[in-house]
């Protein structure tokens, strides 16, 4: 048993959580300032997206240097007093770690591409071209290539993402070893762990244009954690596009020593057509998503493995414009997703905003977007021919400034994230939607994450108990956890129609979005009750 079998996760994106400083960037002093805000929800530990030093053409996860924080977020010093203050709260500070490439201003890059004879050349991908064009067909996530011609030595490097990504060259076991001590330098300023930026691309064959699930990944991971987090006590989540449960439980079988869990996002791609670019949306499927839902849960057995599970991150649109209603039933529906996940088996992450229900922040122009995904995307599609009120809706829908824009504090300017101006616009609906008036309202989405958290904190069956799923028709999700003889009945309403659903006799309701509790479903009901 682990301490992170237990815990709740909440994701910052500093950029946007709280500026101190007035310079419309969030950073770790604004965050230092709202530790309280979080013990309140009681969370666990926070999920830090990138503050390294970065030229930050991907918002951190490019990053230059490891072991510097970029200016705009603060000091080394601001980390170790955020570190400090999150443990008085019983709070640790888990680091996103992206290391499948670097920025392009990292030392490494720099030394790498100064010279074919460099003896750090061989810690990138660099490849000759092939009858003057790219080594081969690999594209960018950031569409385009993946190489990029070096003019001054000839030869073609390897970006995954943009160009100013480039992929380290996890082969090089030289490379290996650098980040696993620059990894032991950060478990031994004090963090509870790490969250792994596409772990499963580290063992790329580019030649054989292999991306993820490479041959060799599984040994990488065995050999970083006997290298570093093994000797200690920490949680660590791989960023998995790629995996399937039995591809999860090689991740996390606690006897394979390589992760704790992974995130996997068969869940959160149900509404795109397989094989395409993202923005190729298709209605949700509720059966699907419900069937998705229950086999993770079925097969991924916590003898052999470990969920983790979420809704939302920072690429992610919100979950209550995606799958919910961001009207009329904002908040019933950001409450029903919240329920129906965080009595699953597994660790629940919260992407911040999410637990007030923050909503998507639609644009109408290219230039209110910031995101080098949604931007790249555009100027690739126009120049072929697509409608530019095409792709603004397409971004409005799946880009991922939806989920960048400021933490919404309260109802004062700039909704209490800055006093300059952000360096992303709000989302103007701060006016109702904020930390201070849910936590005014107790029937609010805060109260229902807060409520959630307890439930699991306090009972053992959120943590450890069997999951056994029931057939309900369409519209309803419904599931039955199992302990010591303790059962609990998880109800939930997917739709914005009243749903029927026959319930076992119930002995206590623990939680509910709404009530009374019929056989009738309000839409978007959902609860939790206790079996008699
Ligand atoms: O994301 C991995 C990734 O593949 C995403 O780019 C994803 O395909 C896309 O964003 C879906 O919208 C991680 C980070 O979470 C992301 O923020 C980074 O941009 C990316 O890696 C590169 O480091
Ligand atoms: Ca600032």
Do not use: C
């Not at 705009?72 to 019983?90: C, E, H, P, S, Y």
């Not at 609906?429 to 005014?440: F, P």
């Amino acid at each position: 048993m682990s301490w992170w079998q237990n815990a709740v996760v909440y994701q910052i994106y500093p950029k946007s959580f709280q500026d101190s400083n007035g310079d419309g960037i969030g950073d770790l002093p604004g965050i230092i300032s709202r530790l309280d805000e979080l013990q309140q929800l009681g969370i666990d530990a926070i999920w830090l997206s990138p503050v390294y030093q970065s030229p930050g053409f991907d918002n951190g996860y490019d990053i230059a240097d490891y072991e510097a924080i970029d200016p705009q977020f603060g000091t080394m010093g601001d980390v170790d007093t955020l570190i400090a203050a999150a443990k008085k709260r019983n709070i640790r500070i888990i680091m996103d770690l992206v290391v499948n490439h670097t920025s392009d201003q990292h030392a490494w890059f720099k030394q790498s591409r100064s010279s074919r004879n460099d003896p750090k050349r061989d810690w990138y991908v660099w490849r000759d071209p092939v009858d003057g064009h790219e080594p081969n067909d690999m594209t960018s996530t950031f569409s385009g290539s993946a190489w990029t011609l070096d003019e001054q030595t000839g030869q073609y490097y390897l970006h995954l993402f943009s160009p100013q990504q480039p992929d380290l060259n996890w082969e090089n076991p030289d490379v290996r070893h650098a980040v696993y001590a620059m990894m032991n330098r950060w478990i031994d300023r004090g963090i509870g762990g790490f969250r792994l930026d596409v772990i499963d691309l580290i063992g790329k064959i580019p030649d054989q244009e292999i991306r993820e699930n490479g041959p060799h990944l599984h040994e990488y991971l065995q050999e970083m954690n006997a290298a570093t987090f093994g000797r200690a006590d920490l949680m660590t989540v791989g960023e998995t596009w790629g995996a399937t449960p039995e591809i999860a439980k090689q991740y996390s079988d606690p006897e394979r020593h390589e992760l704790s869990m992974v995130f996997q996002f068969e869940t959160m791609q149900l509404d795109q057509k397989p094989g395409e670019p993202k923005w190729h949306t298709i209605p949700l499927d509720l059966d699907l998503l419900k069937q998705t839902l229950i086999k993770w849960q079925t097969e991924l057995d916590y003898q052999h493995g470990w969920n983790s599970l979420f809704w939302n991150n920072h690429d992610l649109p919100r979950i209550v414009s995606r799958w919910g209603n961001d009207g009329q039933y904002r908040e019933r529906s950001a409450s029903m997703f919240a329920i129906l996940l965080h009595l699953m088996r597994g660790t629940p992450y919260i992407y911040q905003g999410e637990e007030i229900g923050m909503t998507n922040r639609p644009v109408t122009s290219i230039d209110e977007v910031n995101d080098i995904e949604s931007r790249n995307w555009y100027a690739e599609q126009l120049v072929q021919g697509q409608s530019a009120e095409t792709l603004i809706q397409q971004i409005n829908t799946m880009g991922r400034d939806n989920a960048r824009t400021p933490m919404q504090w309260d109802a004062t300017p700039h909704a209490g994230f800055t006093t300059g101006t952000p360096w992303l616009a709000e989302n103007a609906n701060y006016d109702h939607i904020n930390v201070k008036q849910a936590l005014a309202d107790p029937n609010s989405v805060w109260h229902v994450y807060q409520r959630l958290i307890q439930l699991r904190h306090q009972n053992p069956i959120v943590v450890h108990g069997d999951f056994e799923p029931l057939t309900t028709d369409s519209g309803v999700m419904a599931y039955v956890r199992s302990f010591e003889g303790e059962r609990w009945l998880v109800v939930a309403n997917l739709t914005d129609q009243p749903q029927h659903f026959n319930q076992p006799n119930i002995s206590e309701i623990l939680l509910a979005n709404v009530e009374p509790i019929t056989t009738q479903l309000q839409p978007y009901q959902a609860y939790v009750a206790k079996l008699a």
